[in-house]
């Protein structure tokens, strides 16, 4: 505006010049004087030349001056006109000078404001690409005209062209969202009523209908009076800006959520040590809230000591500048609460570094490690200790057994235990009084030894004893201990518990004491083959007695089926030593109910077929526990077999005629006659007659022909002919 104000001015100097020299030239042409026309006309292209083309056109005039004026003086040699022409001269060029001063200066000064106006303009460029880059608009209003203007930035946030309507302060207002409408009025009143500027975080609705974010400022600017001239303002799309606020928002919010969840406790400190984040499992574990603890140093809040010493472990801070808080706690750290419960917990820290790498903080993460401590002792006492019995098992002896193979211990004895007649104990009585024997002889060899002696389980019956600096002599005086231990322990409350031992001892250290072990064993198996045959006697009559006194009616039984066994067998002319066997063979062919259920032996209701195939292992478990004495081998076999029917459809092999043994085929027609006349808990009692009639019925089929014929005929009716 300026530039073209002072254009305007240069063109009114040029028409007043000329206007000038036109009026100068019509009152010599009104005086007829046609040389001062000439001469006074002669100024114009002087002053166009100075004007138009500065120093060029004042030396072109100048020449033309110079030019002019020679001719004239040698046209007029005469003095006066020299002296007139000489004035005129110096005056052309002294206005052309003027001229060209007057010309230069002004172009000077145009060439300022144009380069001023260039400025200006790209100034103004680049405000606006300023503007539309960092999407800040701005609008000022006039106070005393009402004049509002708006940035092109500001029409384009509120998604119109720019200039594409009136800017208004009514429009600023509408454009707000309908929920911050009050916010932006309030606002601008409280600058237009000089109470204050203001910057604010609003929504607008665009063109479109889209919502956006956008800082709002605004304050008012005052004239050279100090009254307030102009309200401006500015409005700063934020909506990117407010989305990453959003979305660290989120994203502490799920930090947070995932702090509060996790199962590990978790401490946030800053760079002085001070706890920032306490979260609900750190609560638990330390017994403080956060409320209490953010603020505290933690030291005070995570009280951690030595398990191993008891000793408080101290300067946790110092520890973590130390080793840029990187820390990991050792396997025997206790948590002390704010109430002085202790809690095993494993845990480590880690710096909190910002986007440049600088330290700002630490985090310690730490867990109860209770129920992984049980589980590492469970797995430590499974390792080296025999489930069963509570001792050492063979893998903690054999380790020990290198380890303590030294100078310093010795002698060295080693004893060896096995215990007699476990075999045909679980057999008999169970696994569980199996079971309940090892436990006994176990605490039996335990209360015998001293501390520091190790007692171990070497295999299913066997056990083994390290004594360190004991003599042959102690050794055997252990023995005796433990065999006087062994005396007071039942089985099924009525019989000793027996255990046959060997020991030997190294005296030196040129000994092998795998040599010395190995003696041991040789001479328990010695032992044991002398006490076992005893042992199983004992075991099988005290088998015998119990089961009779759990259940009178097979004792009864028993003794009936060994006496018609005997009777059969005098018949059969069998001789004294056979009768004697049939005879104690019939007493025996029961003793496998000893491991059925008493409920099942007992019941009055027909059995079920479960419980029938129940019934029908006594055979096979009275074989087993009469296999383990070699001198009722016999026996045994007699006992197996004495269901098998002669047919082959019997158990539990399923063999017929000359295959089952002959006392078995006796004691099948004993066994079965008896059943038939006496009483049975699950079956109807059948007179002799019809007994007899089953017997003669089954011939062939059940039983062996020739011995029912001899049974019937001989035993029970001497004077009866077979049929």
């Keep these: 505006m300026f530039c073209l104000k002072n254009n305007r001015n240069l063109k009114k100097l040029a028409m007043i010049m000329i206007n000038v020299f036109l009026v100068i030239v019509i009152y010599i042409c009104l005086s007829n ?46 003095l006066k006109p020299i002296m007139e022409e000489t004035v005129r001269t110096i005056s052309f060029y002294a206005v052309g000078l003027i001229t060209y001063k007057l010309t230069d200066n002004i172009k ?81 009143n409280k600058v237009i009523n000089k109470t204050g500027s203001f910057t604010i975080e609003n929504r607008i609705i665009r063109a479109d209908g889209s919502v956006r974010w956008v800082l709002s400022t605004g304050y008012y600017e005052n004239d050279e009076n100090e009254e307030m001239k102009n309200y401006i ?29 996790i199962g590990d406790g ?31 140093q933690i030291e005070e809040v995570f009280n951690i000591i030595n398990e191993s010493t008891g000793d ?112 045909i104990t679980n057999d008999a009585f169970g696994h569980n009084e199996g079971d309940n024997i090892l436990r006994k002889t176990a605490k039996a060899i335990e209360s015998a030894c001293k501390a520091g002696d190790i007692v171990a389980r070497w295999g299913g019956d066997e056990f083994v004893i390290m ?45 092998d004491l795998s040599n010395i072990l190995k003696r041991a064993e040789d001479h328990m198996y010695k032992h044991k083959v002398v006490e076992s045959n005893s042992m199983r006697c004992n075991i099988i009559n005290t088998i015998f007695n119990t089961i009779h006194e759990k259940n009178p009616m097979i004792e009864s039984h028993s003794r009936r089926v060994s006496q018609l066994c005997q009777q059969l067998g005098r018949a059969m002319e069998l001789s004294e030593t056979e009768i004697y066997e049939l005879k104690y063979s019939g007493m025996l062919h029961d003793i496998g109910k000893i491991a059925i259920d008493k409920s099942i032996l007992t019941k009055t209701e027909p059995l079920t077929e479960q419980e029938w195939l129940e019934i029908k292992r006594h055979s096979e478990i009275g074989y087993r526990i009469l296999s383990s004495s070699p001198e009722m081998s016999d026996i045994a076999q007699y006992v197996l077999s004495h269901h098998e029917r002669f047919d082959g459809t019997g158990y539990p092999r399923g063999l017929k005629r000359d295959e ?18 006496n009483e ?33 005929c001989k035993v029970l009716h001497p004077l009866h002919t077979p049929q």
């Design 33 to 78: 004087n046609v040389y001062m026309v000439y001469q006074y006309l002669f100024f114009i292209p002087i002053l166009l030349s100075c004007y138009w083309y500065g120093k060029k056109g004042l030396i072109y005039s100048g020449c033309i001056i110079l030019m002019h004026s020679s001719y004239y003086f040698y046209c007029n040699p005469h």
């Design 108 to 188: 000077r000064q145009k060439a300022s404001i144009l380069q001023l106006d260039r400025k200006l303009e790209s100034d103004n460029l680049r405000l606006n690409k300023a503007e539309m880059l960092s999407h800040l608009g701005s609008y000022e209003l006039d106070l005393k005209t009402g004049k509002n203007v708006w940035s092109d930035e500001l029409f384009r946030i509120f998604g119109y062209e720019p200039g594409s309507f009136e800017p208004t302060l009514e429009k600023r207002i509408e454009f707000a969202h309908p929920l911050d409408k009050k916010l932006i009025h309030e606002s601008i």
């Design 233 to 261: 303002g500015t409005l700063l799309d934020i909506t990117e800006r407010k989305h990453l606020e959003d979305n660290i928002l989120e994203e502490k919010e799920k930090l947070r959520i995932t702090i509060e969840s």
């Design 266 to 296: 978790v401490i946030s400190l800053d760079l002085g040590g001070c706890i920032t984040i306490l979260n609900k499992s750190a609560e638990k574990l330390t017994g403080w809230t956060q409320q209490d603890a953010i603020g505290k």
């Design 312 to 423: 408080r472990c101290r300067n946790t801070t110092q520890s973590l500048f130390t080793n840029n808080f990187s820390i990991r706690f050792a396997d025997n750290i206790v948590l002390i609460s704010r109430d002085g419960n202790g809690t095993p917990i494993s845990g480590n820290s880690a710096a909190i570094k910002d986007s440049e790498g600088n330290v700002r903080g630490a985090i310690i993460v730490f867990r109860d490690i209770t129920a992984e401590k049980q589980r590492q002792d469970e797995i430590y006492y499974m390792s080296y200790y025999d489930s069963l019995t509570g001792i050492y098992n063979r893998r903690y002896f054999e380790e020990e057994f290198k380890r303590l193979d030294t100078a310093q211990n010795l002698p060295i004895s080693i004893i060896m235990g096995d215990v007699n007649g476990l075999k």
């Design 467 to 511: 004594l360190l600096k004991t003599k042959m002599e102690e050794a055997a005086e252990i023995v005796e201990k433990v065999r006087k231990e062994c005396h007071t322990a039942k089985i099924d409350g009525s019989m000793d518990v027996s255990i046959a031992f060997g020991w030997d001892t190294k005296e030196s250290e040129e000994q």
């Design 660 to 677: 089952i043994p002959l006392f078995s085929r006796i004691i099948a027609v004993a066994d079965s006659y008896d059943a038939m006349t």
């Design 680 to 712: 049975r808990s699950y079956k109807k009692t059948l007179t002799g007659e019809m007994a007899v009639d089953e017997v003669i019925r089954n011939k062939g089929t059940q039983f062996d022909p020739q011995i029912a014929d001899v049974f019937i």
